[in-house]
């Protein structure tokens, strides 16, 4: 009898998540044996807690250019974006309460600008964004109000890769307005922008235990807590630290940074070979801006197609990837991402490379999406 063998599973989801690097792997188990101790306390395993949270913010710190006292630890890169957006508004002592954000920011900075509004009745502004899924820094100038009380530019999008002006749009400001950067999706693949108040990270994006997120506040910057304070090591945090976690985030942070330079190249090229492949489907789009970007990730769109069938039949053929279709969301709503930039909002998938992503492995999806695109098509009379 003949045996059968199939094609492992490949998933091309990192943007979702990135499995625990080897480094961080080690580092948990170790830190387990001596970082659950109370780092507030003043004995042993108190300081020994102590110790490995400082040394963790340290790393951090020194992976992301900034200082160790800019460093904080957040049970998540949502909980991060929304100290750190929403902390940057309750810092201010002018009454100015309104926000001014991207119209591609991730869901977590939309959440917090429209609690803010709420509390405030301030109904703040959206940035709109080009065909690229840029934002320009004199759409940001021109929508300035005078009750704006901080501006939100995310490093990267999210969906669709593509890089936005930071610095350049910290220009424009002048310090008259606090910038918050959401970082989650470039933070270990690209270099922290500048020009930032605050901004924040999500350690399992870049391969770190998931439920630890990073909070940067930036020595000088008006920044006050938003929460219920606690008597914790950082006052711009609350809960019992996970010490464990937080060294073993670091540990992975710094591992990716070593390597970024080479993962990046191998994983650029890895993603052109996805846009020229993809390119050749009929009735397609390729979103994103093709040489400004994230180096792993590119989101293309199908005429005719429905997300959440392109989804279920390329994982039934043994590739895991996003899309941000209606059907696929647990809003029911279309990607605003892409409404934003007039792309396709429906038949999009989104790849995300992981680190040992093959040349193999992409081959193998550009080999089968065709013939996916023609079936579902084909199924809708197309």
């Not at 599973?9 to 970082?35: C, K, T, Y």
């Not at 606090?178 to 270990?188: E, I, M, N």
């Not at 500048?194 to 990270?201: I, Q």
């Not at 990837?321 to 809003?331: D, E, L, N, P, Y």
Request: aromatic share 4%; proline share 6%.
């Amino acid at each position: 009898m003949a045996v059968v063998t199939y094609a492992a599973p490949v998933d091309l989801d990192a943007a979702s998540g990135e499995p625990l690097h080897p480094a961080a792997r080690d580092v948990l188990a170790a830190a387990h044996e001596r970082g659950w101790g109370d780092p507030r306390r003043l004995h042993h395993s108190g300081r020994d807690a102590r110790l490995l949270l400082d040394n963790a913010r340290e790393v951090v710190a020194g992976c992301l250019g900034v200082r160790r006292e800019e460093v904080s630890f957040t049970g998540s890169g949502t909980e991060a974006v929304h100290r750190g957006l929403l902390g940057l508004l309750e810092g201010r002592a002018d009454g100015r309460e309104a926000t001014l954000v991207s119209a591609v920011e991730h869901s977590a900075v939309g959440h917090a600008a429209a609690w803010a509004a709420r509390r405030s009745g301030e109904p703040g502004a959206v940035v709109p964004a080009d065909r690229l899924g840029r934002v320009s820094p004199d759409a940001v100038e021109d929508l300035l109000s005078p009750t704006t009380g901080v501006v939100a530019v995310q490093a990267a999008n999210h969906e669709v890769g593509t890089v936005q002006p930071v610095a350049a749009v910290a220009a424009r400001l002048e310090a008259r307005v606090p910038l918050f950067v959401d970082a989650c999706a470039s933070a270990g693949r690209l270099p922290l922008p500048t020009g930032w108040d605050a901004a924040a990270a999500s350690a399992h994006k870049w391969g770190g235990p998931p439920g630890v997120g990073v909070l940067l506040v930036r020595k000088g910057a008006r920044w006050a807590s938003p929460f219920p304070g606690d008597d914790r090591v950082d006052e711009r945090t609350s809960g019992f630290e996970n010490v464990p976690a937080a060294l073993a985030a670091a540990a992975a942070l710094q591992a990716v940074e070593a390597e970024r330079e080479e993962v990046a190249a191998r994983q650029h090229a890895l993603v052109d070979r996805l846009r020229e492949g993809v390119a050749t489907i009929p009735d397609v789009d390729v979103v994103g801006d093709p040489v400004e970007r994230l180096p792993h990730l590119v989101t293309f769109s199908f005429l005719y197609v429905d997300g959440e069938a392109l989804v279920h039949e390329l994982d039934r053929h043994g590739f895991g990837v996003a899309s941000g279709s209606a059907c696929t969301s647990s809003s029911f709503e279309p990607s605003h991402v892409l409404a934003a930039m007039g792309a396709l909002t429906h038949g999009n998938a989104r790849v995300s490379l992981h680190r040992d992503t093959g040349a193999d492995d992409v081959e193998r999806l550009l080999a089968v999406l065709p013939g996916v695109v023609a079936d579902l098509r084909a199924r809708v009379g197309m």
